[in-house]
């Protein structure tokens, strides 16, 4: 069986603009959540959400940024540090491929656009509209910036969407065709509608949870060493029938009592059959 080890991590989150950060946070117990006090939130029937601690505009160049989704900003940032963490393997290009999942896409461009055409016509509408809002932006942006050629992949699966890719980079270099991924996950959606969906479903929590975006760099056969740390663990943990990869095909207003989650969990554990990568 080919064995597959994460050797680059990175992320920007509502807890920190990196890794290191977010991780310093979670261990601190703080929380990502705050109170969203502009004026367009005033009639939400809950004003709450987890917003990046570091703006992309602090990060990527200002050129650069009016050409991408705040999703795909996101997840050039993850990427680019995931990528350094890993050393910047050197690769060929048609063996290294991304896999970003996204649960919106760029919903932030699609809205905001039409805002733009019903209120200044068809003149103002961006050129880059089509571009910053397909769901396949955030891992084409990454495959462009790493000249990526194995392929660049795009889960939507809703909150699973960075676990769903992240299972496909494992399966893609199992697989034979690639040798690294780079794969992760990104969302941004606090706008007026989505916020007012989540609140009347009453699942406004998730949206804190998926304002943030992590990748990891997935490799055969390799080790980074960072800062005298060895910065590696094995991928195994989810596979061809791992839990990110099962539906319990119930409607959200289901209550299941958590078998189904619970199932999602054990899946990884149990022992693979003779034979199965």
């Known amino acids: 069986m080919t064995k597959v080890v994460v050797t680059g991590l990175g992320a ?48 990527i160049d200002r050129v650069q940024a009016r050409r991408l989704d705040r999703g795909e900003q996101i997840a ?8 350094a963490d890993a050393g910047q393997p050197e690769i060929e ?8 999942g996204t649960g919106t896409g760029g919903a932030l461009s699609m809205l905001g656009q039409d805002d733009i055409l019903e209120s200044s016509g068809v003149r ?8 910053m809002l397909m769901a396949n932006g955030p891992a084409a942006w990454v495959s462009m910036e790493l000249d990526a050629r194995a ?14 890719a992240i299972a496909m980079g494992l399966d893609l270099i199992r697989l034979g065709r690639a040798d690294v ?3 992760g996950g990104t969302a941004a959606c606090i706008h007026p509608l989505p916020l007012a969906g989540f609140a009347h479903a009453k699942a406004h929590f998730r949206v804190g949870r998926r304002v943030g975006a992590g990748s990891n760099g997935c490799r055969r056969r390799a080790f980074a060493e960072v800062d005298g740390v060895l910065r590696s663990c094995p991928a195994d943990g989810v596979g061809p029938m791992g839990g990110c990869l099962e539906a319990d095909a119930k409607d ?8 189904w989650a619970a199932r999602s969990i054990r899946a990884p554990l149990r022992p693979r059959r003779e034979g199965w990568p």
């Open 76 to 83: 050039l940032i993850a990427a680019r540090e995931a990528w």
């Open 12 to 59: 920007t989150t509502p807890l920190g603009g990196d890794v290191s950060s977010t991780w310093s946070g979670m261990l601190a117990g703080e929380s990502g959540i705050s109170t969203i006090d502009e004026e367009w939130a005033t009639h939400l029937p809950v004003r709450v959400a987890g917003r990046l601690r570091v703006e992309p505009s602090e990060v």
């Open 181 to 183: 991924v780079v794969a």
């Open 124 to 131: 103002r509408v961006s050129p880059h509209t089509v571009p």
């Open 93 to 100: 290009p048609e063996r290294l491929a991304v896999v970003i």
């Open 151 to 164: 392929g660049a992949h795009t889960p939507v699966s809703a909150c699973a969407s960075g676990a769903g």
């Open 252 to 259: 959200s207003t289901e209550d299941e009592g958590g078998i």
